[in-house]
């Protein structure tokens, strides 16, 4: 049944979400966390084109309200939490990037939303949550994403706009998917590249990489108008303002951090150690033998299988610098 608390609201999303910061913090043990919400005001991507996210199914009221407590319940707990009016969760992700970058940090950024791969280099990796949570889900790295989706990380916005993204409701270039995409970027380098060739009249350069009929699609001036929309929505802010990294470091105060979970009849016990900084539970599993990201990070390294479908193994990488969790 549904968890709901003494009053009778309904607390099971919120529950989750700790049990999910919680179980995060405990396989990757980071230095630091922060948590970035999707703005509750009209999100400036839905004021530039109203059929943003428009064909996603509506939440439940008990759903939107937990949306709209849990920045609250977790800034009371004591969680390094933003959300900017306006802007989603993913520019707190480039935003934050960014911030460890500077500070020499390294970060981990945990999502399910591919976008945040455009993020990649030599300081931040995605955990790329999918049905097995945060211990089956792969981590990707700017080297394996070539293997994930045939492209580098400077080359992944170019390449959502070609494929487009239905999650998010913006359709792409009719016809071309992700393997077309990334062939022609491979060839081309990036999508101006593509485009400059198509207004010089260079077509058959095209042609010879993806055929008659995809270049023909590319160069219609609904596939040109998509593309701009896409690359313009897709690009996420990255000048957010955000906690310095000192406010941000690990552990929590325990004490603080159950009395406000209390106050919602939520108790998770021991489960919150590696967030508050106790003993590691004697019924806690390390994959591997693997003590989290502090001595050697759980990552997973990704290798192509056909038909684009990416399948993990652990290895074992050792990391010097801080590591700065993001949600």
């Known amino acids: 049944s549904e968890h709901r608390d003494s009053a009778g609201g309904a607390v099971w999303a919120l529950r989750g979400l700790v049990t999910f910061i919680a179980g995060a913090a405990a396989r990757l043990r980071p230095d630091g966390v922060l948590v970035g919400f999707d703005s509750r005001a009209t999100l400036r991507r839905k004021l530039d084109f109203p059929g943003y996210k428009a064909q996603r199914p509506e939440k439940t009221a008990d759903l939107l309200g ?3 407590q849990a920045p609250g319940l977790l800034a009371a707990a004591g969680v390094p939490v933003v959300v900017a009016d ?3 969760a993913d520019d707190v992700l480039a935003s934050a990037a960014g911030l460890a970058r500077a500070g020499g940090w390294r970060s981990m950024l945990m999502t399910s939303d591919r ?3 455009a993020l990649l280099d ?3 990796s995605v955990l790329w949550l999918r049905g097995g949570g945060v211990a089956g889900s792969p981590v990707v790295t700017a080297a394996s994403l070539p293997q994930v989706c045939g492209v580098r990380p400077g080359q992944y916005r170019d390449f959502a706009a070609l494929r487009g993204d239905v999650s998010d409701n913006l359709p792409g270039v009719l016809g071309i998917g992700a393997i077309t ?9 990036d999508l101006d590249a593509v485009l400059t060739a198509l207004d010089a009249g260079q077509g058959e350069r095209i042609e010879a990489v993806i055929g008659v009929g995809a ?5 219609a001036a609904a596939s040109r108008a998509n593309l701009e929309r896409n690359r313009r929505l897709m690009l996420m802010d990255a000048t957010l303002d955000l906690p310095e990294l000192a406010a941000v470091r690990l552990p929590l105060d325990g004490e603080r951090v159950r009395a406000a979970l209390r106050d919602r009849d939520i108790r998770l016990g021991p489960s919150l150690w590696a967030l508050v900084g106790e003993p590691m539970p004697p019924w806690f599993e390390v994959d591997g033998g693997l003590r989290g990201w502090r001595d050697v990070a759980a990552v997973h390294t990704v290798v192509l299988e056909p038909r ?3 399948v993990s193994r652990w290895r074992p990488v050792p990391l010097a610098t801080d590591q700065l969790a993001l949600f």
């Open 66 to 68: 937990q949306l709209e």
């Open 86 to 88: 306006g802007a989603e």
């Open 115 to 117: 976008d945040s791969f």
């Open 122 to 124: 030599e300081t931040t």
């Open 181 to 189: 995409a990334a062939r022609l970027l491979d060839a081309f380098g």
């Open 215 to 219: 270049t023909a699609r590319l160069a």
């Open 308 to 310: 684009w479908r990416p």
